[in-house]
């Protein structure tokens, strides 16, 4: 669990469907002493759930739950929802499929006015590549971002009610309308899944030579072409317009790409505006990949960086952040380039603006080499 | 340095091009006590690499050397390789160039046949997205494949000395004619470096909420979207024509996924045809990613690594660093997943596999949640 302070969320929670998401909300909750519910189609699922500590199965007895979280695969997830908010005429229902404005269409057209209220719409963007109960993890959440998508008319005390379950489990609340839900999905998921799919496509027939040549790049390209096929056709499925409307700008920039290829094809590098059109595509995508925050996105622009220089010996990264501690400045982002082989590494600290110019002169008073960015 | 045993070459290497590759060959070699003589259009850029302990600047007073390594952006690897012929005429010469075919023809054409037969083409399969001698590292080949192109006309003497350089870089040699080398490199690294691109340059105009979705999967897809647009630029003119034939094919499978996510956007999930076509892409990606080399497309990583959750506390890495320090084991990498206004961040904490065990213990002995990778 990630949370030290008494969890929001009191009353019981009914968690349907015992795969990872289910089972990892359902262990987090159950750690921090919420009473679980828990329910799913396949009674082995179910039993896993159970010893692994996530709760007990729901029964005859169980108290009606204050919330239910419903983490059914996505193509089902709006019926169950509507079978929940009838089942539990007093509880909060919301579920965590990927997709939202269909979901929310369906609740709006299957359940009446007093039901709609208490239903809320969340997607924890979490997951691994493995799947079910037995890879869940109470810590799966921790940090995450947590979409929390409540149409117009569900009750702030629901919202609310969502809204705290993310936070129990270390999620960040997002809080976005169905809609908007899932035009940034698409550009963030669903899309590059796609993507990695096509490329990993193309692998298909390729000669064992040129398999072999596989580097970091392509496997990091195509490492998501692993995921479920029928899990991820209900998912395009369940947002096919947004999707396809992002994959026609992609088509158009791909058409613009392979004009300019066979222009230098023909004519080589001085083909009239090859070379230009080539790097804008790619400095677009740099543009692009300098908007995703952290990691290999590089650290949110809102950061200035400061570089030291650290002696390629083991403790002295543990001595730089221990008198990066003592300064007391707080690192948002780093990044090491740590060369073996080379006398230095060298580590990026991001630190909010104001706090550069300190950070800068306390390490170099203590001896470190800060560099220019 | 990689290789443990005395290294099969001996006589000085020249680097000229004091970039990324460049100077990662040469951190590595001189490591190993070859003698290395480093050139570059750019002093500073020669100076740092030299500061960083990659050899000795070129003089009038340097020995001949043994093999040259041209190491310039590919547009000029061409010219620098007939000139480095001419001038060495001693010397084995090889490049680095990401393509081979337009290479061996500039020499075919350029080169008289004593000369011809001292250049044998090669490319390391290894690159990070960050350019230029400070993102140098010895370790940059170990266990990278590394191309040795051979023309029909090259002697094996040279090929030898070549595929000698790349095994003391710690590297695997991988013979392949100049042709075969382009057409392959354009599936494993050309078309995945432009579909990285064209999914990161649909995030330039995102709004910021979406971006605060995004998780692992856009990261490993776009990462490789931070390269470098005039170097990309180069190497796709390089290498046009076998790049837009992929990527005609590419684009015949993005027309049909469009044309069935447009059915399912009006029909539904039960529009006819449109989950079988879906699933069927995603299929596809999964038997094309199962014949990348290294498990579910995921590298034979150089490091294994531990995901640490990290109070958002000032102080706390530095603690963590610390107890790392303490615990031994020397970090060869890491970063910082670090969501503002999350009550933790994950750092991730790169150490060769045999060290991950240990550590992971040790940390969580001492308090640290560890989460699965």
């Known amino acids: 669990m990630t949370s030290q302070a008494a969890p929001l969320t009191t009353g019981p929670v009914k968690v349907v469907g015992t795969g990872l998401l289910g089972t990892s909300i359902a262990?987090?909750?159950?750690?921090?002493?919420?009473?679980?519910?828990?329910s799913d189609a396949s009674p082995s699922a179910l039993a896993l759930a159970r010893d692994m500590g996530a709760g007990e199965p729901v029964h005859d007895a169980s108290p009606e739950p204050a919330v239910v979280v419903v983490a059914t695969p996505p193509d089902v997830a709006g019926p169950v929802v509507l079978d929940m908010l009838r089942r539990h005429p007093a509880a909060v229902v919301t579920d965590v499929a990927s997709v939202k404005a269909v979901i929310a269409a369906e609740v709006a057209e299957g359940?009446?006015?007093?039901?709609?209220?208490?239903?809320?719409?969340?997607h924890p963007m979490a997951?691994?590549?493995r799947s079910g109960a037995i890879a869940a993890d109470a810590d799966l959440f921790a940090g995450r971002p947590w979409v929390i998508s409540a149409a117009d008319d569900a009750s702030p005390a629901a919202a609310g009610a969502v809204r705290a379950l993310a936070l129990d489990v270390g999620a960040l609340p997002v809080p976005l309308a169905p809609q908007e839900h899932d035009d940034a999905v698409a550009l963030v998921s669903h899309i590059?899944?796609?993507?990695?799919?096509?490329?990993?496509?193309?692998?298909?027939?390729?000669?064992?030579?040129?398999l072999s040549l596989a580097g970091q790049g392509l496997r990091d390209v195509t490492r998501i072409a692993a995921s479920d096929p029928r899990l991820?056709?209900?998912?395009?499925?369940?947002?096919?317009?947004?999707?396809?409307?992002?994959?026609?700008?992609?088509r158009a920039d791909l058409d613009a790409l392979i004009d300019s290829l066979d222009r230098a094809a023909t004519a080589g590098p001085l083909a009239p505006g090859a070379m230009g059109a080539l790097s804008a595509v790619v400095s677009a995508g740099?543009?692009?990949v300098g908007r995703v925050p952290g990691k290999h996105g590089g650290a949110p622009r809102r950061y200035a960086t400061v570089q030291v220089l650290v002696p390629d010996e083991p403790g002295e990264l543990g001595r730089l952040f221990g008198e990066v501690g003592e300064i007391g400045v707080n690192i948002e982002d780093l990044l090491l380039e740590h060369s073996a082989g080379a006398r230095v590494g060298i580590a990026h600290l991001s630190v909010v603006p104001a706090a550069a110019a300190e950070l800068e002169q306390e390490l170099t008073t203590r001896g470190w080499r800060v560099v220019a960015e």
Chains 1, 2 share one sequence.
């Open 27 to 38: 262990l987090c909750l159950a750690g921090q002493g919420v009473p679980v519910q828990l």
């Open 111 to 122: 359940a009446d006015d007093g039901a709609r209220t208490r239903y809320v719409g969340s």
């Open 127 to 129: 997951g691994r590549e």
């Open 192 to 210: 590059p899944q796609l993507a990695a799919s096509l490329v990993a496509a193309r692998l298909v027939d390729a000669p064992e030579a040129a």
């Open 232 to 250: 991820w056709a209900a998912i395009l499925v369940g947002n096919a317009g947004p999707v396809a409307a992002g994959l026609r700008e992609l």
């Open 286 to 288: 740099n543009t692009g």
